[in-house]
């Protein structure tokens, strides 16, 4: 007579669902906060010269696997579990070229799709690890990957990033990426001017300084 082993699969079936949904490690991510102390540039070329426009303001938070930051650990390369939302101000983008500011100005929020998409997004699909600091307060060296939303338009981007633990409750996340501004459905400006049509090229670079702060209780302790 073949044994009843119903009572014990039940058991067995509803813990490995439970560890599954709880995704198997127990610990919670840790947030961090976007700061004030951030920024953002898009740089380009044109017939006339080079261009270059800024913001400040990068929104949004990081959460992150704790194990990743644990002061007696060093963790190994492969991918961290983290989560990523980011955005920036169509609005906060200001050009640094003074000639012609205004109408830059102007033109970049047009192609923008402004005020219809007021914002730039971008939502991290993958973290990887593949270089841990050599020393302390040395840099961390990651693969990225995420969803990169600009105009309306979305697309997938892949980008090394460098993140430096500034303090235990302060991150900085530095990267950039060229790009085209034709895979987001922007048409590159080609303003009319008294001294003819200006060309701008389709080739633009992405750079950013993102800093993030681990927020706090009221006692001043590390959540």
């Not at 005020?115 to 690890?129: A, R």
């Amino acid at each position: 007579m073949k044994p009843n082993l119903f009572p014990l699969t039940v058991p067995l079936v509803c813990a490995v669902t439970f560890l599954w949904a709880t995704g198997l490690s127990g610990a919670d991510l840790v947030r961090f906060n976007a700061t004030p102390n951030s920024s953002v540039k898009i740089e380009g070329t044109s017939t006339v010269h080079d261009w270059l426009v800024q913001g400040q303001i990068i929104g949004g938070y990081l959460e992150v696997d704790p194990a990743l930051l644990a002061a007696d650990q060093k963790p190994g390369p492969g991918k961290i579990d983290a989560k990523v939302e980011v955005s920036i101000p169509v609005r906060s983008l200001k050009s640094t070229v003074e000639v012609g500011k205004s109408l830059m100005e102007q033109i970049m929020l047009e192609h923008l799709k402004y005020p219809q998409f007021q914002k730039i997004t971008y939502t991290l699909t993958e973290l990887t690890l593949k270089e841990a600091p050599a020393a302390a307060g040395g840099p961390y060296l990651f693969d990225t990957k995420g969803d990169l939303t600009v105009a309306g338009v979305k697309k997938s981007i892949s980008m090394p990033v460098k993140m430096v633990r500034v303090s235990p409750v302060r991150l900085q996340f530095i990267g950039s990426i060229p790009l085209k501004m034709s895979d987001f459905g922007i048409e590159t400006p080609a303003p009319k001017l008294a001294v003819g049509a200006i060309k701008t090229s389709d080739d633009v670079k992405i750079s950013v300084d993102w800093v993030t702060l681990r927020p706090t209780d009221s006692g001043g302790a590390a959540k």
